[in-house]
């Protein structure tokens, strides 16, 4: 496994899209366009609102970004999933970062608040997981609360999102 740091480059995240980060069949971020931040700023075993962990992150936004010309033609903001999607990235590499095995997959979230949109003008997005549990069983899952934030603005809130990790059964032979 990686060293186990508080603060990940761009680059050092795609290590982990590219399943090297946390060992093969372990959790993996997806490789752009698909991965919807760009660094994590801050991770931790402890604190948070639940004082069960965290993990910071952030993305930049630029024009360019493939969602904004096809959504919608003329009026361009990001689709409110690729956010959620980032808040389950995290939730995931936070798993793997944990040390525990296993290919990461979304579960679910209980109640998610859209209160505002990012569009070409946003800056910075802003990502604030804190974990109120990880379960390590047959199953490892991670249940957490999550904020996005747009140039400092909280505009989604997510309650109850979950992650598992699952890993493969023997194949016989």
Known sequence: MAEQKSSYTKEEILTCSHGDMFGPGNAQLPLPPMLMFDRITDISETGGEHGKGYIRAEFDIHKDLWFFPCHFEGDPVM???????????????????????????????????????????????????????????????????????????????????????????????
């Open 79 to 173: 689709p409110g999933c690729p956010g959620l999607d980032g808040m389950w990235q995290l939730t995931g590499f936070y798993l793997g970062w944990l040390g525990e095995k296993g290919k990461g997959r979304a579960i679910s979230t209980g109640e998610i608040k859209f209160k505002g949109m990012i569009t070409p003008e946003t800056k910075l997005v802003e990502y604030g997981i804190d974990f109120r549990r990880v379960m390590r069983g047959r199953l490892v899952l991670g249940i957490a609360n999550a904020w996005l934030k747009a140039d400092g603005e909280t505009i989604y809130e997510a309650k109850d999102l979950k992650v598992a990790l699952f890993q493969e059964a023997a194949k016989e032979a």
